[in-house]
């Protein structure tokens, strides 16, 4: 009987020690002294931005990145592409932009644009671009087309602008490296 007991209390225990000497957050790491400032501060700064760890009274540094919709090339370089086009919805957590229907001077024929974003990567098959053609003779006889003609030339436009706000991104928040050159 109490063999039963021994053995029912050790296997799961041994369970427990199988589980966690598989998790890879308590295994040891070798880590050089030489990665890590000795002073507090310093080390509270770098991990700060490096976005590991928090404060949790006071202080007004903040961990981590946000990513909103002003940074995000694509979605920025989509908008100033088309802002001649009054907006029916531009919702950046759906991925999607529509306007409203758009006429210049022609009052019988108008365009609407649609643009959802597949991904947040700059190229070609991240856009899912839609335009539709509306032809009106009279106000209740109005004939809606989905057009074809000036989807690519609206996507290489907004890939090249995103490209360039991509740029100028990488290039304005590069750090500068101020330890010494060995």
Sequence with gaps: MKKHNFIKTLVPF?????FLTSCDA????????KDFPPEPEKRVQQNIEEGRGFRL????????VFDFASSNPLWRASL????????LSANYSGGIIISDWYSTGNADE???ITIRFLTNEIR????EIKVFSKKCGTQSNCKIVE????????RDK??????????EFKTKNKKKYLGKIR
């Design 26 to 33: 308590l295994k040891y790491k070798k880590v050089s002294a």
């Design 110 to 112: 108008s365009i609407k």
């Design 57 to 64: 009274f006071g202080g007004d540094e903040k961990g981590g």
């Design 124 to 127: 070609s098959d991240a856009l």
């Design 80 to 87: 100033d592409t088309i802002d001649f086009l009054p907006l």
């Design 14 to 18: 041994f369970l427990i020690l199988v």
């Design 158 to 167: 907004i890939l090249e602008k995103a490209a360039v706000y991509e740029k």
């Design 147 to 154: 057009t074809n003609q000036i989807v690519k030339d609206l």
